[in-house]
């Protein structure tokens, strides 16, 4: 995507234990504030987009988008513009921004700019849940509807060419569902559900069967081609004998909150991630002491798991790691409040949980990409800051942290500062004249660091 380049400066920065690049440092008014900092993991490259706050429906409106490698090199994909709603496809080659429309509407025209080239404003003839690049997909069934009953609907999917503005609706075939609830698996609680992963030729049915113990579940990914053909089927077995699996905040299964009612789905028994280079897929989770269904939601984890598995399917090596934190962790807690998330990075693969419900904690463990064993880990106490200013710019440095004072800070900064020295010594020598918010981006190479003051500038850092 990122083609005809303009130089910047690299500003290197010496201290006396430390050095670190600074990609790009900005000064910033009302009128063009910060709103929000996307990364892309498959360029390394960090994305600013820069405009006005509003309280429409249509969000807030863009004016400047940029973006920087870690070479300190920016492109500005929009310039001095008058936009709103911009969405970046996972394959990371375009996104999709809209004129901003005439009164406290929601947005009717788009331009797609691939490779860093932008088409003429369009009107999209319908709406599209995900998105590919140059197409927009829909699941539906036989009624034309987008909640779908797995059990009894037909699955259909529905291929919006971008540039024409064409449809196309092809009928899958389902996975096959006798595998996801029989005699030896747990019931789905709200009926069978899936999710869907895009990926640049491809799409991706997710779907898990549990077993009525909880010791084990499989993980399939039934895949298509863009005309609705499967093309594979493939199955990730994850089982840990002496344990029994729980739910958590992982981002494989939907968490809803309505009032003080929360509701988890099946799906969140556990997530998955695949390295986009290599095609290895590592199933990651949470196991405890008492198997329970998605209806009880406390439970007390006791550990994390991680299978690696070859693109073929192979299962490569498996960890399970227990976490000894008594007064955090191993609490007895409300699961869809433990957050769980897994990096892979040059070396290794980087697993962190936390939460700040109650006692605040953060814990991580570190594991070496070849063969899954242990390297370094970590268990914090942090708290929630009450110190949010209410133009924060960056709204998950929500953290404290006792070993860097007066500053907010989000938990993959937190970790960071344990990973590298650097880093914590940049943190703890910043400026404590006013409150500073960082947040950091973790990549293979190394960790984005963005600090801003939320009032009138950011600076973005690279630490490799």
């Not at 000064?27 to 063009?32: I, L, P, V």
């Not at 370094?376 to 200013?389: E, F, P, Q, T």
């Not at 981006?441 to 950011?458: A, H, N, Q």
Request: a neutral charge.
């Amino acid at each position: 995507m990122i083609k005809n380049y303009y130089f910047i400066i690299l500003l290197l920065a010496s201290f006396s234990n430390f050095a670190q690049k600074v990609i790009a440092e900005v000064n910033f008014s009302k009128e063009k504030v910060p709103l929000e900092f996307v990364y892309l993991p498959n360029l390394d490259h960090l994305v600013v987009q820069s405009g006005q706050k509003t309280k429409k429906v249509y969000g807030n409106i863009i004016k400047d988008v940029s973006s920087y490698d870690t070479a300190g090199f920016v492109e500005k994909i929009i310039s001095n513009d008058t936009l709103v709603n911009c969405v970046f496809s996972p394959i990371e080659s375009a996104f999709l921004i809209a004129k901003k429309p005439v009164g406290n509407n929601f947005p009717e025209e788009y331009k797609l700019v691939l490779d860093g080239q932008s088409t003429k404003y369009f009107k999209l003839k319908s709406g599209f849940r995900y998105f590919n690049d140059i197409y927009g997909f829909n699941i539906s069934n036989q009624k034309n509807e987008y909640k779908i009953d797995l059990q009894n609907d037909d699955l259909n999917l529905e291929v919006l060419d971008i540039f024409s503005n064409r449809t196309q609706k092809y009928k899958l075939e389902k996975p096959n569902l006798s595998r996801l609830e029989n005699k030896v698996t747990t019931t789905y609680k709200e009926g069978l559900n899936f999710d869907v992963r895009i990926n640049e030729d491809n799409i991706g049915i997710i779907t898990k069967s549990i077993n009525k113990n909880y010791k084990s579940a499989t993980l399939y990914r039934t895949i298509y081609d863009l005309s609705g053909v499967r093309i594979n089927d493939l199955s990730y077995i994850v089982s840990v004998p002496s344990h029994y699996l729980i739910y958590s905040n992982n981002g494989g299964g939907v968490i809803t909150q309505n009032g003080e009612e929360s509701r988890i789905s099946d799906l969140a028994i556990n997530n998955f991630v695949i390295d986009k280079e290599t095609g290895d897929l590592f199933v990651y989770g949470l196991y405890g002491n008492e198997g329970k269904s998605a209806n009880y939601l406390k439970n007390i984890p006791l550990g994390v798991y991680v299978f690696k598995f070859d693109k073929r399917g192979k299962q490569v090596w498996e960890s399970t790691q227990e976490i000894a934190d008594i007064t955090g962790f191993n609490q007895l807690q409300e699961i869809q409040n433990i957050q769980l998330s897994l990096k892979i990075r040059k070396n290794d693969v980087l697993v962190s949980v936390s939460s700040v419900a109650n006692e605040g904690y953060l814990d991580f463990i570190i594991l070496d990409l070849i063969n899954g064993e242990k390297v370094n880990n970590g268990k914090l106490k942090v708290v929630r800051s009450d110190k949010k200013a209410e133009e924060n710019i960056i709204k998950t440095a929500e953290l404290e942290f006792s070993e860097i004072q007066n500053k907010n800070l989000d938990k993959e900064t937190i970790i960071a500062s344990q990973i590298n020295n650097e880093i914590m010594l940049y943190l703890k020598s910043a400026s404590s004249n006013k409150r500073l918010f960082f947040k950091t981006f973790i990549s293979k190479k190394g960790f984005w660091l963005v600090e801003t003051d939320s009032l009138g500038y950011y600076k973005i850092m690279f630490f490799s």
